[in-house]
């Protein structure tokens, strides 16, 4: 097959399949799923379509047009590289429609609301988090998007405490009238887009728009809400790609208006958005891999549980597997000899270099095994669960990382979900000794439900 056009219509139609089939879920799933669709559509829907409209000559720091598609033609390498991301994409929406069809048989009362102690908690680790990105940005230790390690990892692990803090309080915490929502989820929302900015990664504002819509999936979707979260979406993502462009030299200006100057000037506004959804080109990494597999499925789960395990306990050197791909991967079809960068896999695509389809099936299984995962910790009652489901929300793990990539996260996670229990910990006795806690008792009921209940009179937008 030399054309494109039946994979990328398989691969739309998984998207369209993925999506309905999240309409018919209620609560947090659908907004993952959607979210999802969304994702994948601008990796494996939007990018291919940009490279046979345009055909851009490759040129350099063009990420977009691939020097390994355009050498045996735009329209071979996307149809031959497409074909495993089709079938995985339809693996993955069967198991979304099963889940959707099971769902809607068993459906049960929401959980009951959440403790009281949650805000409190969530906010002291916020500040903590906060305090540990002050230092990171202060003393030029911040991380950026593909960095293999932090150069201060104490430091880069207490300021992950602010994006789970973040994304916890906007997800739970409910004052009393609109306009205070307002200002707290707008500071929060601001606060999130200006580390995105200083570390150069999409991923803090992407969370933080997650965690508004999961908001509004616990407490019921309306029409304002919807166009809310569509606006704070695209503004977020937007208004990342413009500060970032602020913050760079004269010079990088100049050869990025030289770089974007090979596509039309319609595309080129969404040309730094397009760049930071790059699935395309690990799946075509892995049709370019000529050492197949890259791992034995022994190998790959020994690396997977030895994740678990905090680097001191182990005692031996864990696999980065986003380093790995990209010296062992990619570097198998490109020159990654002077280039030290963590990419990401996508659960697609490393299943293929493992195993093949098998993989691929296996691979997007898990992911959504995780996603379930995260709607469940979400709806829990104690927050070192929800914490849990927190560290999921905020991290890349439901979009576009593999098995190994997500087990580095959730190893992290659970490190991180021991400093929440520890933090709450603390609240707690405070509380106690101050007499705060006596509130916690009434908290359901002055707060309303958390998943799935009303509020009325009390919550109209938030």
Do not use: C
Not at 59 to 83: F, H, T
Request: glycine share 8%; aromatic share 8%.
């Amino acid at each position: 097959m030399t054309g494109p056009g039946i994979e990328l219509v398989l691969v739309s139609a998984a998207l369209i399949t993925l999506v309905v089939a999240a309409a018919y879920i209620r609560g947090v799933a659908r907004v993952f799923l959607i979210a999802q669709a969304v994702y994948w559509a601008l990796s494996y829907v939007a990018r291919p379509l940009v490279l046979l409209t345009v055909q851009p000559r490759p040129r350099y720091a063009d990420n977009i047009a691939d020097p390994r598609l355009a050498a045996i033609g735009y329209d071979r390498g996307i149809a031959e590289v497409l074909q495993p991301v089709a079938f995985g994409l339809w693996v993955y929406a069967g198991a979304a429609v099963a889940y959707a069809i099971w769902a809607r048989r068993h459906r049960s009362a929401p959980p009951r609301a959440a403790t009281g102690d949650f805000v409190p908690t969530l906010a002291a680790v916020y500040t903590l988090g906060l305090l540990g990105r002050a230092v990171s940005y202060v003393t030029g230790s911040t991380g950026q998007a593909g960095d293999i390690q932090s150069s201060n990892p104490i430091l880069g692990f207490v300021a992950q405490l602010a994006t789970v803090g973040a994304i916890g309080l906007i997800i739970f915490i409910r004052p009393a009238d609109r306009r205070t929502t307002l200002v707290l989820l707008g500071a929060l929302l601001t606060v999130e887009l200006m580390w995105t900015v200083a570390v150069e990664s999409k991923t803090p504002i992407m969370s933080a728009a997650m965690a508004v819509a999961v908001r509004f999936a616990m407490h019921g979707w309306t029409r304002v809400r919807v166009v809310a979260i569509v606006v704070i979406s695209v503004v977020g993502i937007g208004a990342f790609g413009w500060l970032q462009s602020i913050k760079q030299p004269d010079y990088v200006r100049a050869e990025v208006l030289a770089r974007d100057s090979a596509y039309p000037p319609s595309l080129q506004p969404y040309l730094s958005i397009l760049r930071r959804f790059d699935l395309l080109e690990a799946a075509t990494d892995s049709y370019y891999m000529v050492m197949r597999p890259w791992m034995t499925p022994f190998e790959v789960a020994q690396h997977g549980l030895q994740s678990l395990v905090p680097a001191q306990l182990l005692g031996t050197e864990k696999l980065r597997s986003g380093t790995a791909w990209a010296v062992e991967v990619r570097g198998s079809s490109m020159d990654m000899s002077r280039v030290s960068v963590s990419l990401a896999d996508g659960n697609i695509n490393e299943g293929f270099v493992v195993a093949g389809y098998a993989g691929v099936a296996v691979g997007v299984l898990f992911t959504f095994g995780l996603l379930l995962l995260g709607v469940r910790t979400l709806q829990a009652r104690h927050i070192v669960v929800v914490a849990l489901g927190l560290a999921i929300t905020a991290s890349p793990i439901l979009f576009e990382r593999g098995f190994l990539g997500s087990m580095e996260v959730i190893g992290k996670s659970l490190q991180l979900v021991v400093l929440v229990w520890l933090v709450d910990m603390v609240v707690r006795e405070y509380r106690k000794r101050t007499g705060a806690a006596k509130y916690t008792d009434s908290a359901p009921q002055q707060l309303g439900t958390v998943v799935g209940g009303s509020n009325k009179g009390v919550e109209q937008w938030h």
